[in-house]
């Protein structure tokens, strides 16, 4: 369709919300945290209410343009954006209400703004929502959802008691568990954990808040990584006998060096967040201290204030990334050990991390009949974040190439891969994000969205596989599209 037909038919939708290139609301719609993803559709459309966005639904449906739905967050690997029709950027549905004990928010808000919400408002609760503030609320929800406060409550996506939604053919629905209709309880199940982008276009969760004290102890405990193999066999064996409230996030990083001023050292860093007091959350880490790590860092914080305080971040500037995941059940971190020894002693640059998340605890007692998130059986979700300055794009191919290798063995020994850190050469994704969830997932992209309007490259509905006949000439273009080819 000529460009200035299809602004005016999008202008005649959502007057003054249609954006072309040369607008400053066009640029920011498209800039991520990943610098490398470079889109540029035909126009970016910002609706503000569920009505505009059903029009732009049948509008889309019906003239056969091509879309994707912007929520509020990084995207990654750009999924959200393409290069061949429309973004439908939802940022301004980002209203936040606080209603008793559940928390209504718009799928346009990034956590930081729920947190300042709760800040203000009420103190005296806490939200399972990202470790990082500027995370989306929507795809995170979706694609399941680590949170600090995981261990004590479960995944985010298992507090969502309804959502907003407007669906492939127009429809605006909310659904939930109790939704009268089998098909809408069904629907409500996938996109607890089906992930972001699939069945329908969600405009704003109903979400739970949990009682929480006014402030909880943290810990930021970092060793030199020489003592890796010595301090992480205890890690795995204490973490087992700590209490729901306590988890204790790893991460292997540089961060400067208490010894040497201006220099950094390569470390094992723990973070753990105790909900509930201050002294029993102290007493919890004793064992640990005892083992005399390099620095130690304790807090008492709101959890609103330790959530953007120990958040880990991209490093500043304009840098590429590229994120791979593995889940470890309980027992498989010592076969994990001289794996991560080995690829981390071969690490390319400093813009290089490795984290992961302590999980288990309430998680694990959840199921694939509540919600469809499928890794209830897991004890850490790693994931290695590979950085490369876009202006020197000949860095790219190592970065990406040793942060491949890594998670290929480190993934013999685990189990499935975390959605919403969606990996384009990523090989049996279906099987490894989705598990034994993965039918019953497609049944429900097959019932709510026949035409086939809500994909892109790794969607419940794609075909797409990466082939990597030889590790050291990845095809490293999947990285950087969004429909499959």
Request: hydrophobic share 40%; aromatic share 12%; with cysteine.
């Given at each position: 369709m000529p460009g200035d037909a299809l602004n005016r038919d999008l202008s005649s939708i959502v007057p003054g919300g249609v954006y072309s290139r040369s607008e400053p609301n066009y640029v920011s719609a498209l800039r991520l945290d990943n610098r490398a993803i470079l889109h540029a559709p035909d126009f970016v459309v910002r609706p503000r209410s569920r009505g505009d966005?059903?029009?732009?639904?049948?509008?889309?449906?019906?003239?056969?343009?091509?879309?994707?739905?912007?929520?509020?967050?990084?995207?990654?690997?750009?999924?959200?954006?393409?290069?061949?029709?429309?973004?439908i950027d939802?940022?301004?549905?980002?209203?936040?209400?606080?209603?008793?004990?559940?928390?209504?928010?718009?799928?346009?808000?990034?956590?930081?703004?729920?947190?300042?919400?709760?800040?203000?408002?009420?103190?005296?609760?806490?939200v399972i929502g990202g470790v990082w503030p500027g995370v989306g609320v929507a795809g995170y929800l979706m694609g399941g959802g680590y949170g600090f406060l995981s261990r004590s409550h479960g995944m985010a996506c298992d507090q969502i008691?309804?959502?907003?939604?407007?669906?492939?053919?127009?429809?605006?629905?909310?659904?939930?568990?109790?939704?009268?209709?089998?098909?809408?309880?069904?629907?409500?199940?996938?996109?607890?954990?089906?992930?972001?982008?699939?069945?329908?276009v969600v405009t704003g969760f109903s979400i739970l808040l949990h009682q929480a004290a006014p402030r909880m102890f943290a810990a930021r405990i970092a060793f030199d990584f020489e003592r890796f193999e010595e301090v992480l066999s205890f890690y795995d064996d204490w973490v087992?006998?700590?209490?729901?409230?306590?988890?204790?996030?790893?991460?292997?990083?540089?961060?400067?060096?208490?010894?040497h001023p201006g220099e950094t050292f390569l470390a094992l860093r723990l973070t753990a967040v105790y909900n509930g007091d201050y002294s029993e959350g102290l007493a919890q880490i004793m064992p640990l201290l005892a083992h005399s790590p390099l620095t130690t860092q304790?807090?008492?914080?709101?959890?609103?204030?330790?959530v953007s305080f120990l958040s880990s971040s991209n490093p500043d500037g304009d840098f590429g990334v590229y994120v791979r995941s593995v889940m470890l059940k309980r027992g498989r971190l010592s076969q994990a050990a001289?794996?991560?020894?080995?690829?981390?002693?071969?690490?390319?640059?400093?813009?290089?991390?490795?984290?992961?998340?302590?999980?288990?605890?309430?998680?694990?007692?959840?199921?694939?009949?509540?919600?469809?998130?499928?890794?209830?059986?897991?004890?850490?979700?790693?994931?290695?974040?590979?950085?490369?300055?876009?202006?020197?794009?000949?860095?790219?191919?190592?970065?990406?190439?040793?942060a491949y290798r890594f998670f290929e063995d480190l993934g013999r020994?685990?189990?499935?891969?975390?959605?919403?850190?969606?990996?384009?050469?990523?090989?049996?994704?279906?099987?490894?994000?989705?598990?034994?969830?993965?039918s019953r997932l497609v049944r429900v992209q097959e019932r709510w969205d026949p035409g086939n309007l809500f994909r892109f490259q790794q969607g419940i509905s794609s075909q797409f596989e990466p082939d990597h006949p030889d590790e050291d000439d990845l095809d490293l273009n999947s990285l950087f599209r969004t429909f499959a080819t």
């Open positions: 966005i059903a029009g732009l639904i049948d509008y889309c449906r019906t003239q056969e343009v091509a879309f994707t739905v912007r929520c509020g967050g990084h995207s990654p690997n750009g999924y959200s954006l393409n290069s061949e029709g429309v973004v939802l940022r301004a549905i980002h209203e936040i209400r606080i209603d008793k004990d559940v928390c209504h928010v718009g799928a346009g808000a990034i956590w930081a703004d729920v947190y300042n919400r709760i800040r203000t408002q009420d103190e005296g609760h806490a008691v309804s959502a907003d939604l407007v669906t492939s053919n127009g429809r605006q629905l909310r659904v939930g568990e109790h939704s009268a209709c089998a098909q809408e309880r069904e629907l409500f199940w996938a996109l607890k954990g089906g992930g972001g982008g699939n069945f329908c087992d006998t700590l209490p729901d409230k306590m988890t204790v996030y790893g991460a292997i990083l540089a961060q400067p060096d208490p010894r304790v807090y008492s914080l709101p959890l609103t204030d330790l001289p794996i991560l020894r080995k690829h981390v002693e071969r690490i390319p640059k400093d813009a290089v991390f490795v984290v992961w998340t302590h999980a288990a605890g309430a998680i694990n007692r959840f199921d694939a009949r509540t919600a469809a998130f499928p890794h209830r059986d897991v004890e850490y979700a790693f994931a290695v974040k590979a950085f490369w300055p876009v202006d020197y794009p000949e860095l790219l191919q190592p970065a990406v190439i040793w020994v685990g189990t499935g891969a975390y959605v919403n850190y969606i990996d384009p050469l990523l090989t049996g994704w279906r099987e490894k994000y989705y598990r034994a969830s993965w």
